[in-house]
């Protein structure tokens, strides 16, 4: 009720509210710049550096007393933004973040005084693990398929840079989707942003074409250009100074994780496993981009290891295992690929320096 009134009732839209040191935020489906503004920013920060901490709700609120906290207490702070697919939490997140990179001196090492610096960095690092993490559901056209929790590293008060953890990646998004829902963006992305010449030299013609990207039924949604997000991304990544050598290895591999979803499989005399010769074409491109002889796949689909007595046993998949076999060398490899995306930009957002590791502490 509260909620409803503050939102509905008051002369300008509220859509936060609290409950102790709990904040509650509605997603209003709109931009209300007066919530975000720089006076805001302004106002919490007097009264932070007055020491009489304003207790409106309001996500400022949040981050300047957690800020205090750290400091006084010598203690890192987390704030959990939690809520269903939706609720608006990454933009909640992002406010948490630019209130505190905006109003935190800065520490040594920081290449520049800008406050706009470390939000801009954050932003553009979100683009490219929105790309690798996030895709269409039935609720949500851009849901993070990810745990992330983002880090403001600080030692003596001061802010050094920032360090992203990611976690339960939901790898069966790779291989299955349900009605109406997407693959990862990423493999959409590509099929309108990459130049004809590279998509005729990986053999990729159009989304439906492939198993593991036309199984909800929607390669495309509206109100998402995947041209215009790739180019957004290309940005991204070459500010996170990833080599055309990284890009062209990382096209190759995500193309290569797409042909070995159209090798599927035929029974062979023996009633084992083999890979449709149909699908020998596939297979055939996918080995190629990957670097590595036909063969060399061709036994990794068909063939499982165990570890029996120190001994490594190899045996032929049966049948019904054969798609479960292929559809792991799929989720490793996306998600391999995932974690050296977040690895270079890790990279390049914090740099540790010398001095005392024990005195850094962070605000995630």
């Known amino acids: 009720f509260n909620m409803m009134y503050r939102f509905l009732k008051l002369p300008k839209k509220e859509i936060y509210t609290c409950v102790s040191t709990i904040l509650l935020a509605m997603n209003p489906y709109e931009w209300l710049l007066y ?5 805001m920013i302004a106002l919490y920060k007097k009264h932070q550096d007055s020491g009489d901490l304003l207790k409106t709700p309001q996500p400022y609120a949040v981050s ?19 809520g269903i697919s939706g609720a608006g939490k990454s933009e909640c997140a992002k406010q948490l973040i630019r209130y505190l990179a905006k109003t935190s001196p800065m520490g040594e090492g920081m290449v520049t005084e800008d406050p706009e610096f470390i939000v801009n960095q954050i932003v553009q690092a979100s683009i490219i693990l929105e790309a690798w993490g996030n895709a269409k559901t039935t609720l949500n056209n851009n849901s993070s398929r990810f745990g992330k929790f983002v880090k403001l590293m600080y030692k003596e008060g001061k ?84 080599s055309d050598d990284d ?15 159209q090798c599927s499989m035929k029974e062979d005399d023996s009633g084992n496993a083999q890979c449709d010769p149909a699908a020998k074409i596939n297979l ?57 995306v977040v690895e270079r930009i890790n990279g390049e957002l914090f740099h540790l320096g010398s001095g005392d590791v024990k005195k850094i502490m962070f605000i995630g």
């Open 247 to 261: 890009l062209s290895s990382i096209w190759n591999l995500t193309a290569g994780i797409l042909h070995v979803g």
């Open 284 to 340: 055939d491109l996918a080995a190629e981009l990957w670097g590595i002889s036909s063969d060399s796949l061709n036994e990794r689909l068909t063939t499982a290891s165990m570890e029996v007595m120190k001994k490594t046993i190899i045996k032929k998949v049966a049948p019904a295992k054969y798609n479960d076999n292929r559809d792991a060398i799929s989720k490793a490899l996306f998600e391999n690929s995932f974690l050296f």
């Open 64 to 82: 300047s007393r957690a800020y205090v906290r750290m400091v006084a207490r010598k203690k890192p702070q987390s704030l959990l933004c939690c």
């Open 35 to 39: 919530l975000v503004s720089e006076e």
């Open 159 to 242: 802010i050094l840079g920032s360090w992203m953890e990611t976690y339960l990646l939901e790898k069966s998004r790779v291989i299955a989707q349900g009605p109406q829902e997407r693959n990862y963006h990423i493999f959409y992305f590509i099929f309108k942003g990459l130049s004809g010449g590279a998509l005729e030299a990986m053999s990729l013609g159009k989304p439906s074409d492939f198993w593991y990207l036309k199984q909800g039924g929607c390669t495309e949604v509206d109100g998402i250009d995947d041209k215009k997000e790739f180019g957004d991304l290309m940005e991204s990544l070459k500010l996170f100074r990833f």
